[in-house]
């Protein structure tokens, strides 16, 4: 029995208003004119007797059959693209891409990636710095390395980094809280706050979730919170696997010696059916190997938080495993910690 399916021409520009939300844009993602994508929308409806879009005078709406036409019509040129991918192959002719952000790529894969690179000098690879995260299932990069908490919906997603978090500041701003608790020190310093940041964790960990501190300053990227914080600005809270050369310089000490280890990880994330590429299989092994490394010589490594010395140590006991709260109330930005 023949099915009944209506013609490509109308299903794809159905899919493109549906998604773009006026025809100027279907239109330029088609690569044809208004008039033919409205023409094509007019015909596909007449084929399937349905009323799919409601004109209005600032576009076009989707109607009730229409909003359900669009979910199996987009699962259906989903499928339709994964099989051609998959009869295809991988497309070699590009090079691998994976998104991120630029904090994760500084501070974490550029230190490692010369290990990647004399493993597999012939994988060309385009490092996206991002903090938009990218559509990783619809093509947008082949991975993405991606802070939060798994899962995430028709992607594979491994941890491979995870984090404990204390306050750090420069040896000035020490000296004029030393010997107070988190609470009173906290309530003399400017917070410095990154986008979607642990100090919430921290602060309740520590008995301070109310202190009032005398200002705010809030980043997009964390390296530049690092920066105000070494240039005695204000307290900002430190990353375990982040901080080293700072603290081991100098440049910015510990006050506190309560570390909260947090719930959200970063991950390496990526389609399943991506692993059928040799260059995304290579990446994923390469970083996981990478976090083996990490954890088997975590008992012999130096620690990463180091309290300048006895007299700065406000509190001794480390904290019971908190997640990140909230985010930051003061923030003007909406970047996120993992692409």
Sequence with gaps: MMRRIPTLRGLQAFEAVARAGNLAAAANTLAITASAVSHRIRGLEEELGVRLFVREPKGLSLTAAGRR????????????ARATADLA????????TVSLTSEIGIRWLMPRFPRFRAAYPDI???LLATYQLADVAAGEADMALRYGKAPW???EAEP?????????????????????????ALSRCTLIREDNNDWDAWLAAAGA???EPAGHMSFADYSMGLAAAIAGQGMILGYSGYIQAEVASGALVQPFELTVPVEKAYYLVY???????????AFRDWVMSERRVEVESAEVAVPDFQAPDPAGILNSKSAPKADRRG??????????RGS
């Design 327 to 336: 985010g930051n109330r003061t923030s003007k930005t909406s970047a996120t």
């Design 153 to 155: 919906p028709g992607l």
């Design 160 to 184: 491979f980094l995870s984090f404990k978090v204390s306050p750090l500041c420069s040896p000035q701003v020490m000296e004029t809280i030393r010997g107070l608790h988190p609470a009173a």
């Design 209 to 211: 979730d109310d202190v």
């Design 124 to 126: 060309d690879i385009a």
């Design 89 to 96: 192959g991988p497309d070699l002719s590009r090079p691998l």
């Design 271 to 281: 389609p399943e059916a991506r692993l059928s590429d040799d260059r995304v299989r």
């Design 69 to 80: 036409y669009r979910t199996g019509v987009e699962d259906a040129f989903d499928l339709l």
